[in-house]
């Protein structure tokens, strides 16, 4: 089993920055891939950004490209989602996902079907 636990959220303005960080306590190892996905209201859950644990490689989606950064602390076994440039339609809850890197082949790291461990999630809003 593997535990997450997300936190960094709140209200900030258009153009502020925000950092989230997901917390991970169990069987995690080099063979995991943590992704964030969000759901803003009246919307479906959306991927934002994934990170492998072997290497770091990473993945964005296209809205957060050059906007979010995702990375990874060995020593506190935390993975953090810097927000930069925040903007209204970035509000939502952010959650945290977490899953061994052969459990996301099939669907991708993109698909939060590739995912069966996942955070409470944490409140991000951003007013204009």
């Known amino acids: 089993q593997v535990q997450l636990v997300e936190s960094g959220g709140g209200l900030v303005q258009a153009g502020d920055s925000l950092r989230l960080s997901c917390a991970a306590s169990?069987?995690?190892?080099?063979?995991?891939?943590m992704g964030w996905f969000r759901q803003g209201p009246g919307k479906e859950r959306e991927f934002v950004a994934a990170?492998?644990?072997?290497?770091?490689?990473?993945n964005y989606a296209e809205s957060v490209k050059g906007r979010f950064t995702i990375s990874r602390d060995n020593a506190k076994n935390t993975v953090y989602l810097q927000m930069n440039s925040l903007k209204p339609e970035d509000t939502a809850v952010y959650s945290c996902?977490?899953?061994?890197?052969?459990?996301?082949?099939?669907?991708?790291?993109?698909?939060?079907?590739?995912?069966?461990?996942w955070g409470q999630g944490t409140q991000v809003t951003v007013s204009s």
């Open positions: 996902s977490a899953d061994r890197f052969i459990a996301t082949v099939r669907e991708g790291v993109n698909s939060h079907k590739s995912y069966a461990y």
């Open positions: 169990g069987r995690t190892d080099n063979n995991y891939v």
């Open positions: 990170i492998r644990w072997r290497d770091s490689s990473t």
